[in-house]
């Protein structure tokens, strides 16, 4: 298939090892990913959906250990512990490489290894980069096709060359004591075992496209980084482009799909979305920040998306989608989830493959769902209605704002503006949300996210804020960084701020900002909105007091905040920069 030697000894190394009884590389092609598609049918591993209704749609189970990603199994591997932090999960290469290779030998007996040559990125561009995944799983096979750019132009394109990512997965047993994610940056190789579920076994997601794609942009002068990237059209045509990051939970795929209010509509304002995850960034030749979305589609939550809380992301999956561990409705051959609407099928099959009786639903116990809270469905970018015109440009998009994001009840304001890059990045290293009642544990809890990177930084956590630093002084023309929090409360509990679509009343006072159009009340925090200068033209029971309140820094909580800061900071060690520590004095001061 390829005359690269690089890429031959390494698959015949791989083979001998896991012993599949054949080797079939994936084209990228139609027809094979048809045959594939009807062989995963005929061995129960996927299920064909009602082609009228969801053409070219297909149902996948996961085993029922296997259904999330697994942090507390996921390691990166550096010679020295240091190398690594203290955030992330630490072994040796060597260590990792023994202790693996007993678990993948002879794990593909009986089994064919299929070789996908994948881009992230559009290949050929400056901001490509290649990898080749070896997997015994035709549901992979048929994921990677979605999400990346997967062909015989990948090798074309590599050419003899030795720089591509190698990431080899064996499903073995899918025995979750013996589940292992792996990442080894120093070697560009990704090594998955004893797992079937998207995040642990799409290689080209999580593990190339944040983890190891971070240290090479350490290495190599770019930013890999887990945001969003949208473009807010002016009724005059112009497009101005921001990225932000948020922690799970916080609305990220709504924002990046957002349908603006009905006013802004009406005065011809859109929004489009050129990514929902990931972003690589780099410095343009006019100074600006570019960014690209370097995935080519969509591994989106299913439950809670509806037609109205993202009437985008549920269109972009009514065709050319796999639905992973959500409900079968027997009697229409379609699927269904929690919050998808109010009409549970009668005849169903939950996620773990049992009948299921919707009338023993119950929204305060997990168990009872249909849908397991983390199902999935895998759609094609190209099909969003709301896709950018400039998705599959090979230069990017220029960013005009960096914006942050995380969920809390009383301590950040609905938005506010670091005052330069360095405080910026201050800004995305302190981000948090406290946990809600829907997630595990105690309701309040304050979990650190920097950058919602935590999960996802392939080196240590410090050498990466180190990083964003020395990226502020290599853009002459850098975007401006803002935090915001649609998810302020009341005493009772309610959340103020309506969020969902009126969060573009935000952005545009952000764009404004950008532009030099807006005035702002410098705080102890950062800069902070004039009340007025929020647009709350048709929104139902908010006054310019509402904003007022959504607005006003609560000294108090900010100063329990410092304390939590510094123990964060702590926690991640030495490596955390001067620089911070310099933001985080400041702003203890300031607050007086």
Known sequence: MTKNVHVNKWIDEMAAMTQPDKI?????????????????????????????????????????????????????????????????????????????????????????????????????????????????????????????????????????????????????????????????????????????????????????????????????????????????????????YISAAFPSACGKTNLAMLIPPAIYQNLGYKVWCVGDDIAWLRVGKDGRLWAVNPENGFFGVAPGTNEKSNPNALHTTMRDTIFTNVVHDVDNNTVWWEGLDNNPPKNAIDWKGNKWDYTKYDKKDKSTCGAHPNSRFTAMATNCPCISSEFNNPTGVPISAIVFGGRRAKTAPLVYQSYNWQHGTFVGSIMASETTAAAAGAVGVVRRDPMAMRPFVGYNMGDYFAHWLDMGKKIPNAPKIFNVNWFRTDDEGNFIWPGFGDNMRVLLWILARCAGEVDAVETAIGYVPKAEDINIEGLNGITVDTIKELLTVDVASWKEDVANIREFYAQIGDHVPAELYEELDALAKRLG
């Not at 550096?78 to 290779?101: F, Q």
């Not at 990898?131 to 990677?144: A, R």
């Open 24 to 240: 079939v590389w994936i084209d990228g092609s139609e027809e094979q990913a048809e045959a594939l598609r009807a062989e995963a049918c005929s061995t129960g591993e996927m299920i064909k959906l009602n082609q009228e209704k969801l053409p070219n749609c297909y149902l996948h189970r996961t085993a029922v250990n296997d259904v999330a990603r697994v942090e507390g199994r996921t390691f990166i591997c550096t010679p020295t512990k240091e190398e690594a932090g203290n955030i992330n999960n630490w072994m040796e290469p060597g260590e990792c490489y023994a202790k693996l290779s007993k678990l993948y030998t002879g794990s593909m007996k009986g089994r064919t290894m299929y070789v996908i040559p994948y881009s992230m990125g559009i290949v050929g561009s400056d901001f490509a980069k290649y990898g080749i995944e070896l997997t015994d799983s035709i549901y992979v096979v048929l994921n990677m096709l979605i999400m990346t750019r997967v062909g015989n132009n990948v090798l074309e394109a590599l050419g003899d060359g030795a720089d591509f990512i190698k990431g080899l997965h064996a499903r073995a047993d899918i025995d979750e004591e013996n589940r292992y994610i792996c990442h080894f940056p120093q070697d560009n190789t990704i090594w998955s075992i004893n797992s079937g579920y998207g995040g642990n076994v799409l290689l080209g997601k999580k593990c190339f496209a944040l983890r190891i794609a971070s240290y090479l942009g350490r290495k190599e002068g770019w930013m890999a980084e887990h945001m969003l990237i949208l473009g807010v059209q002016y009724p005059n045509g112009d497009i101005k």
